[in-house]
């Protein structure tokens, strides 16, 4: 969680950084009938990656938050494109924190749970309760890309989006290329 809380040092609006690091400190759902089953710290990111293990979300969510920050600055540098990073920065820290009502352990396997509401759902209505303000609530509320409610809009949301998906796939795909890489060192090996 220490390391999530340092990433909000990165956020230069006082009420933004301190509204961001409220919502990491005290995750707990106003609404009764969704309960955490992990804390952040011990919650996988998802049950088929990589990541698949107590700490796998933090691992995601420094990564989702480094690779945005880079790509924001390439697009700001080179497209000469304004990019909020207290915006995009809040919301990568934030995007999947709810990861914690969604997944259930069965059979030391991790498990989607049945749950009538996914992670971006219940944080978007958690952001809109807390009163975060609309432009972080839309970049969170459209993470899921064409499968979200409604569409990347903004830049921040765009970039959110992406390097979500990106990441996600290299962490699920991480392990086989690792084989591979193998296989083909054993290959040159042997000839």
């Known amino acids: 969680m220490n390391r999530l809380l340092k990433l909000c040092e990165k956020i230069s609006d006082k009420k933004l950084k301190e509204d961001t690091e409220e919502l990491l400190k005290s995750t707990k759902l106003h609404h009764p009938e969704f309960t955490m089953k992990f804390s952040i710290e011990n919650c996988p990111t998802a ?17 989702v938050v480094e690779l945005c920050e ?3 600055k390439n697009l700001a540098k080179n497209y000469k494109i304004p990019i909020n990073f207290d915006h995009l920065i809040s919301a990568a820290i934030l995007h999947d924190i709810y ?15 049945e749950v009538y509401l996914n992670h971006l759902e219940l ?6 309760r807390r009163k975060f303000p609309k432009e972080i609530i839309h970049i969170v509320a459209s993470h899921f890309g064409s499968g979200s409610a409604t569409p990347p809009r903004t830049y921040e949301a765009l970039i959110l989006h992406h390097v979500d998906t990106f990441d996600s796939i290299i962490a699920a795909n991480v392990g086989q290329m690792k084989k591979l890489q193998e296989q083909i060192l054993e290959q040159i090996k042997r000839q």
């Not at 049950?47 to 990564?63: F, K, M």
């Not at 969604?102 to 059979?107: H, V």
Request: no cysteine; net charge negative; aromatic share 8%.
């Open 99 to 113: 990861k914690t009502v969604e997944f259930g352990a069965e059979g030391g396997q991790y498990v989607i749970e």
């Open 47 to 63: 049950p088929d990656s990589r990541q698949a293990h107590p700490g796998g979300l933090i691992e995601h969510t420094l990564s």
């Open 123 to 128: 944080l978007v209505a958690e952001l809109y």
């Open 70 to 72: 880079a790509i924001g």
